[in-house]
């Protein structure tokens, strides 16, 4: 599948890559503007290198009896399905060939909007031999940091510092 999948209520939004399963935009439906996720991949550093991570991205250590072996999303492929009542779905399944993807891992997630927040699910699945012990998970969150963009064409209230920011927080942010 290609494009984007989109999760909308009338408060917020998320689109998901369908090729790689990350979210790459989390927006206010009620003020459009800027996302709040970053759509460029941070870089996360491991012991395979440094991982281009998004919002949605998984690491996680396994322990298989013989040592600690990185098994992430990134390295893996994904399948995408946008299912009934706006809920997006990815699947990682395991088995996935190469350094760091899924081995004995499976992942499922799931992206969901509503009661004016997002709901998103990980399910983690062992399709090993035998029991693994999963000694760390990472979840990143990207945030965009483009704070210039996030408060261009607002009033100065919102633009500034000091008083006024502390002010713009307790509105807006702990509404």
Known sequence: MSGPLSVR????????????????????E??????????????????????PLLTGD?????????????????RSTASCAAGPSGLVSVD???GQPGPGALHDLAVRQTWAVGGG????????????DGPREVGEVAVPLVANTDVAGIFAGQPPLERAGGELQRRWHETRVQQ
């Open 9 to 28: 209520s009338a408060e917020l939004s998320v689109e998901i890559d369908a090729a790689r399963g990350v979210a790459f935009r989390l927006a206010d």
């Open 92 to 94: 990682y399944p395991a």
């Open 58 to 74: 998984l690491v996680c250590r396994v322990w298989d009896g013989g040592g600690w072996r990185l098994e992430t999303t990134a």
């Open 117 to 128: 927040g997002l709901h998103w699910t990980i399910e983690l699945h062992n399709h090993a």
């Open 30 to 51: 009620r003020q459009p503007g800027p996302s709040y996720l970053a759509d460029a991949a941070a870089a996360f550093p491991s012991a395979l290198g440094t991982e």
